[in-house]
């Protein structure tokens, strides 16, 4: 497990230099009232590590902004690209003091590095032709977080998790999308998925495809299943379609933890071999633990569905 002293750890993504495993994750301290209470005061840390087991801590690669900006009050989850121009692009959710955390954005910061990391602001917020906008009477936040970014067809693509502007609102999660040319001006696009599929949001979206099937990765906590789940508990997800850009079908989607792990990243180690990492979220008393699992083996059958293996191997 990885763990910080006096510190609650949760989301995470991975970036791999060739020689060693790059980890960014959420943290903040464990001695705030509740942990709900963490998401407004979470930092981005940084680890490494040659075999995704054994992590060395490094210095973190982002907190919030000194100054008045998009993300003064926190820095949440995102992912981390190589350009073509050899920097490291890392995208990441930023909520401000003067919209009290309620409005969420996707900035960018760039490293040669990825250990130094220089801010090149806020490049992306909901379309409201699409995406629903804050109304409290609806859901709680404006959902505009949790980028992924990866090329395909001769442009990047960004999913991020958000809300559609229409249906029952607890049945609105949709994964929302971007392209750019050049990985600092991004185009909002209609959702590459339908609302409707009992999911009030899909977050931490991740696309791969493992052993010749395109998978869309995806969490979503029990309390915010629509009407359609009742009763179902909450944990991490996984779509099969057609390519890493969609057809997803997101309604008939295979379950893979409950909620005792949540926003489970899938990576590929040295040998090819696919794994999950993925937060201890509920305890077996129901409280918040807040630690990163060890990779949990990760495979396709031969009916196309996912088998992971929850319980870590032996090193």
């Known amino acids: 497990m990885f763990h910080l002293d006096g510190s609650w750890v949760w989301d995470l993504w991975f970036a791999d230099d060739g020689k060693r495993f790059h980890m960014f994750f959420l943290h903040a301290p464990s001695d705030l009232a509740t942990p709900d209470e963490r998401h407004f005061r979470a930092r981005i840390g940084h680890a490494t590590s040659a075999d995704l087991r054994d992590w060395e801590r490094g210095p973190d690669a ?7 900006a998009f993300d003064d009050l926190a820095t949440w989850t995102g992912s981390v690209v190589k350009g073509d121009d050899n920097l490291w692009y890392l995208f990441y959710t930023g909520a401000s003091k003067a919209e009290s955390g309620l409005v969420q954005r996707i900035g960018l910061a760039t490293s040669e590095d990825l250990f130094a ?11 409201p032709r699409w995406y629903e906008t ?3 009477a609806v859901w709680p936040d ?12 001769s442009c990047w693509h960004m999913l991020f998790t958000a809300r559609a502007n229409h249906g029952p609102p607890d ?17 909002v696009r209609a959702p590459l998925s339908l609302p409707g599929q009992g999911f009030g949001q899909l977050e931490v979206p991740q696309v791969e ?11 979503c906590l029990g309390k915010e299943l629509a009407a359609s789940r ?3 508990p909450g ?6 379609g057609r390519s890493p850009l969609g057809d997803w079908d997101i309604g008939q989607a295979q379950q893979l933890t409950d909620e005792s792990l949540y926003a489970g990243r899938a990576i590929k180690d040295r040998s090819g071999a696919w794994f999950m990492l993925a937060f201890r979220n509920a305890g077996a008393d129901g409280g918040f633990v807040g630690e990163i699992s060890d990779p949990l083996p990760l495979s396709v059958g031969a009916d196309g569905r996912l088998h992971l293996t929850t319980a870590a191997p032996a090193p």
């Open 62 to 68: 982002l907190g919030p902004s000194a100054t008045p």
């Open 171 to 187: 049945d609105r999660g949709v994964v929302g999308h971007a392209t750019s040319d050049d990985l600092r001006h991004w185009v």
């Open 230 to 232: 009742e009763g179902s």
């Open 209 to 219: 495809t493992i052993e010749g099937h395109s998978m869309l990765f995806f969490s």
């Open 117 to 127: 990391w220089e801010r090149a602001g806020e490049v992306l917020v909901a379309d």
């Open 134 to 136: 804050l109304d409290p």
């Open 142 to 153: 404006q959902a505009c977080r949790d980028p992924w970014v990866f090329h395909q067809e």
């Open 235 to 240: 944990g991490v997800w996984a779509a099969t």
